[in-house]
């Protein structure tokens, strides 16, 4: 149940070699009930010919969230660029990446994404949301919420591609409620596309509502498609970049939260607190 919070990482740059699976800028994971709130990155993170055979998760902010975790108030200025080898016919063992969390069994919500993404498979199955890659589980976890989420960056995947959720999978479902994306999807031939969420792998489909996609591109799947400036102009739209930039800024106060804004702040409250408990 720990927290991030009030974190700013710029001109982050990730080159890592293929046997590196699990990638994210914020943190590489988090735990059941953890929280990542108001944190903002930018960068690049680039991988050629990762190994993915168990599966691959890159994140923008973190790699994998687990059951009712909470990523709120965050915004990803990160390009990623991904070439990678996944077990063929699996989608358990594909690869995954997203602007925000690769895989997420919690909740995701305000969250903002600016990067392109663009990740292709040499072998296997590999996939790409703008905010959240896939819901796979592997046995148990809870449902994957996404809410007020945008997605402005090109997102870009052999096997399936979309602005919100590339995949909800197994026998878990989501819920994706006013997320808009305003970014080209494309993906290879045959591959599945949608501008909310691409494809269902063995899952119910998602419970959706207020979703809304870029007019002349990709095909809706679930959400209406509007122009740009017609997406920009719904006060929804307008409120999501609001509340991110206002809790970036720190406007958006919780009690009981120790933020920490820069890595000098962290040096000086670690000191703090070192001379309160001797």
């Not at 960068?43 to 010919?49: F, K, R």
């Not at 009981?256 to 000098?264: F, K, L, Y």
Request: aromatic content about 4%.
């Amino acid at each position: 149940n720990g927290i991030v919070k009030n974190l700013k990482l710029t001109n982050v740059n990730i080159a890592l070699p293929g046997s590196v699976k699990d990638v994210g800028v914020v943190a590489h994971q988090i735990g059941n009930t953890a929280t990542i709130s108001a944190c903002e990155t930018s960068g690049t993170i680039t991988m050629t010919s990762a190994a993915c055979g168990a599966r691959m998760r890159w994140g923008g902010i973190t790699s994998y969230a687990g059951s009712d975790s909470v990523i709120e108030y965050c915004k990803s200025n990160v390009t990623i660029t991904a070439t990678a080898n996944a077990a063929a016919g699996n989608y358990k063992n594909a690869c995954y990446v997203a602007g925000i969390v690769a895989q997420s069994l919690g909740n995701v919500k305000y969250c903002v994404n600016n990067g392109d993404i663009t990740v292709t498979a040499e072998s296997g199955e590999a996939y790409a949301g703008g905010i959240a890659g896939t819901t796979v589980t592997w046995g148990g976890g809870t449902l994957l919420k996404v809410e007020n989420c945008i997605n402005n960056g090109k997102i870009s995947a052999t096997n399936g591609a979309s602005g919100i959720v590339a995949c909800v999978s197994k026998d878990k479902t989501a819920t994706l409620n006013n997320n808009f994306n305003l970014g080209a999807i494309t993906v290879g031939n045959g591959g599945k596309v949608g501008q909310i969420v691409a494809c269902q792998n063995n899952a119910t489909a998602p419970t959706a509502n207020g979703n809304f996609g870029l007019e002349g591109g990709a095909v809706a799947g679930v959400g209406e498609l509007a122009a740009e400036a017609t997406l920009k102009a719904k006060a929804e739209y307008v409120d999501i970049n609001t509340k991110v930039e206002n809790a970036l800024k720190g406007e958006i106060e919780e009690e009981g939260v120790i933020e920490i804004a820069t890595a000098e702040d962290l040096k000086t409250k670690v000191t703090d607190m070192s001379a309160e408990y001797k």
